[in-house]
């Protein structure tokens, strides 16, 4: 197992800050797609070769994440499915699957913003390092404004009004929707709305 003290890399001179800026600017796109707002972009040669960002709600697939898709861009841009000379840029903490990729992928380098105490990779695999042993990590680059996305998301999502939660009637996909209202409380209405966001997120 490799040493992790050995594959962190502190961040970050301009030209990191420069492209997690470019995976912000994704993220931000996801979020005016109303997704959770992660963005990616794979870099090779000081250039841009792909970019992504969290499309699990438009495409109904949680495996949908931004690296994922940045990774497959990068991969059908390369004609290669390794990438030892690219750095990935992503604006929070991988999760599992996507550090699972990320190993796959043998990439150079990854460097991401903020940390994901409920959903990042670290959950799992503690210490341990999940990447291929021949990746550099760094952290922390641009952290804050990853953060603030994801706060300033979910905090959309809770608003009271209306705050929307999943009604579970067997014969209609109906939602309820509950607002402080009394009047409007409980109203029941088709909405196109499906998310779900637990009390237990750390956003
Ligand atoms: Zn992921």
New binding site residues.
Partial sequence: MAEISDKLVKPQGMDDVHFMKQALQEAQRAMDEEEVPVGAVVVMNGKIIARGHNMTEKLQDPTA?A??IALTAAFNALGSKYLPEATLYVTLE??P??AGALYWSKIGRVVYGADDSKNGYRKVAGDRWPFHKNTELSYGCCAEEGARLMKDFFQQKRSPWPVVVPLHHPKNSYHAIYTRSPSLRARCVRTTHRHSYHADSPW
């Fill in positions: 994440h690296e994922m991988p999760c699957m996507c």
